[in-house]
Nanobody
Framework: QVQLVESGGGLVQTGGSLRLSCAAS????????MGWYRQAPGKAREFVAS???????NYADSAKGRFTISIDSAKNTVYLQMSRLNSEDTAVYYC??????????????WGQGIQVTVSS
């Protein structure tokens, strides 16, 4: 079983910054990729950013230039540094991890979600 625990959300003013963290724990062989998605009220969940364990990052257009994803492979932890936040960034942010067990079976796991609210 794998658990993803998110932290760092909250309320921030427009133009401010927040840093989200997500740590994977449990029984697994490898976590080759971790990332973040978000879901705003009334909208579908959307991709924000992802990173491989080697540090290769991918961003949604809305995140480019404002968000930075990083990963600490030794701790199986992914971070999302968000800056220049605006109201459109208000959403529940979900951590996602691709996890391999010792038989190399791949499973996707999700965190419980963490609220980010940007106020004007």
């Amino acid at each position: 079983q794998v658990q993803l625990v998110e932290s760092g959300g909250g309320l921030v003013q427009t133009g401010g910054s927040l840093r989200l963290s997500c740590a994977a724990s449990g029984s697994f062989f490898s976590v080759p990729e971790m990332g973040w998605y978000r879901q705003a009220p009334g909208k579908a969940r959307e991709f924000v950013a992802s990173s491989t364990s080697s540090g290769r990052a991918n961003y949604a257009d809305s995140a480019k230039g404002r968000f930075t994803i990083s990963i600490d492979s030794a701790k199986n932890t992914v971070y999302l540094q968000m800056s220049r936040l605006n109201s459109e960034d208000t959403a529940v942010y979900y951590c996602n991890a691709e996890v391999w067990d010792r038989t190399l079976i791949r499973t996707d796991y999700w965190g419980q979600g963490i609220q980010v609210t940007v106020s004007s």
